[in-house]
């Protein structure tokens, strides 16, 4: 039996020839039959005994080393036996560790290119913000490069006093508030605009003799503290007088004939007064937006200088939430599954019913009314509108131009 050198091959036996060629090695020796047939250096020995039973001692057996020294005629043998011997067991440690690089890196190299940001709701958990919260569930934040943290919003913590002192990075607000923020200094920029219209109506019983805006002279008509804009616009558009009444949390000052006509939203407390027991046909109607007073309510906020410094993490995160409403969209009862989770981890309250309800008038809020505006953009004609109302009303002192509060993500 002798080793010769030759060109690196593959592991190939010969269980004819007996021979196992390794490497740049080759070990020939002669036929072998029976139990006692010990394979070549590298081929496996089949792996049964004359039993039939599996035989591990007699699989991938190796020859023995043969010879010690100068003597007995197979220090050739020796030697490239312990050679190969060496040869393979480097082998195997460098594939291991190859291997051990290649399942771990990834994961590390993923986690390390994660930013970790914040985003704030402006209310408590509702289908209102159902698109943030699937987005998340899904990893389209993580896809984007975003380990996003949701904080706890509503009453307790005023999005744009939460935005302003640098408490999250991004925030959900009205429009109106929006610009008003502005005006008072908080350099915030809309980087999202996902309300296309308004959801924002005054809502009266035909029965009390309202069915026209002209009707409400000198009616009572609740509205809340913080939103006052839109209705006194409509007031003034039509040169009506009313008797304004505060109004709270809940519409019950409405249904007990407290008040004419109550504010209310489309998606939210119109669906409440229905399921009180009033059929929609005994009731009557104002949306502000089909009076040419679009007031978008939600978009999306940021810090300027967060937007000036990040703008391409920001604009992710603005295709990542949208992402996540589409799929909400496409998947309302997976997507109120995943509302009603985040409700009841809050405690908020809240039923399947009025969420899916919520998330379908949501979805015909955003759909824009511009072919030229895409889905999730800001409109030029709605930021004129509102900054308009809001500087005839004395709530802004100036308009400022639309380029500087709208950073666009999506052009």
């Known amino acids: 039996m002798k080793c010769r050198s030759g060109n690196p091959i593959p592991l190939l036996t010969s269980p004819l020839k007996g021979e196992a060629i390794i490497g740049s090695c080759l070990i020939q020796g002669e036929p072998q039959t029976g139990e006692n047939r010990r394979a070549p250096f590298g081929e496996m020995n089949h792996p049964t005994s004359s039993s039939g039973e599996f035989d591990t001692e007699r699989l991938y057996a190796f020859p023995p080393l043969q010879g010690e020294g100068k003597g007995g005629g197979g220090?050739?043998?020796?030697?490239?036996?312990?050679?190969?011997?060496?040869?393979?067991?480097?082998?195997?440690?460098?594939?291991?560790?190859?291997?051990?690089?290649?399942?771990?890196?990834?994961?590390?190299?993923?986690?390390?290119?994660?930013?970790?940001?914040?985003?704030?709701?402006?209310?408590?958990?509702?289908?209102?913000?159902?698109?943030?919260?699937?987005?998340?569930?899904?990893?389209?934040?993580?896809?984007?490069?975003?380990?996003?943290?949701?904080?706890?919003?509503?009453?307790?913590?005023?999005?744009?006093?939460?935005?302003?002192?640098g408490r999250t990075d991004f925030t959900?607000?009205?429009?109106?508030?929006?610009?008003?923020?502005?005006?008072?200094?908080?350099?915030?920029?809309?980087?999202?605009?996902?309300?296309?219209?308004?959801?924002?109506?005054?809502?009266a019983k035909k029965g009390s003799g309202i069915s026209k805006p002209l009707d409400l002279q000198n009616k009572k008509v609740s509205m809340w503290p913080n939103f006052q804009i839109q209705p006194r616009a409509f007031f003034r558009k039509y040169g009506i007088e009313v008797k304004p009444v505060v109004q709270g949390a809940t519409v019950n000052l409405f249904l007990r004939g407290g008040v004419d006509a109550a504010s209310a939203m489309w998606y939210n407390e119109y669906h409440t007064i229905i399921n009180a027991g009033i059929n929609e046909d005994e009731l009557t109607t104002f949306f502000f937006d089909r009076y040419g007073?679009?007031?978008?309510?939600?978009?999306?906020?940021?810090?300027?200088?967060?937007?000036?410094?990040?703008?391409?993490?920001?604009?992710?995160?603005?295709?990542?939430?949208?992402?996540?409403w589409r799929y909400a969209f496409e998947n309302p009862d997976e997507?109120?599954?995943?509302?009603?989770?985040?409700?009841?981890?809050?405690?908020?309250?809240?039923?399947?019913?009025?969420?899916?309800?919520?998330?379908?008038?949501?979805?015909?809020?955003m759909q824009p009314t511009d072919s030229k505006i895409p889905f999730g953009a800001l409109n030029p004609k709605d930021y004129d509108t509102v900054a308009g109302e809001l500087n005839k009303g004395g709530l802004i002192r100036t308009i400022l131009p639309f380029g500087e509060f709208y950073a666009p993500c999506l052009e």
């Open 172 to 203: 959900t607000m009205f429009l109106s508030e929006a610009i008003q923020q502005r005006d008072k200094r908080i350099r915030l920029v809309n980087i999202g605009q996902l309300m296309q219209r308004s959801g924002f109506i005054l809502v």
């Open 335 to 365: 997507a109120t599954d995943i509302v009603m989770k985040y409700i009841n981890e809050s405690h908020a309250g809240g039923n399947r019913v009025h969420q899916r309800w919520m998330l379908a008038r949501i979805k015909d809020l």
């Open 293 to 324: 007073l679009n007031f978008p309510e939600d978009g999306i906020y940021v810090r300027k200088e967060t937007y000036e410094r990040e703008r391409e993490l920001c604009c992710k995160f603005v295709q990542a939430s949208l992402a996540g």
């Open 75 to 165: 220090g050739g043998v020796n030697n490239c036996s312990r050679r190969i011997h060496k040869t393979f067991s480097t082998f195997i440690v460098i594939f291991l560790a190859i291997v051990s690089f290649l399942c771990f890196l990834p994961a590390t190299l993923v986690a390390a290119e994660l930013r970790t940001m914040t985003f704030l709701p402006q209310w408590l958990p509702q289908a209102q913000f159902a698109g943030y919260y699937v987005a998340y569930e899904k990893g389209f934040y993580r896809n984007h490069g975003i380990d996003l943290k949701i904080l706890k919003g509503g009453p307790d913590f005023p999005a744009a006093e939460m935005l302003g002192k």
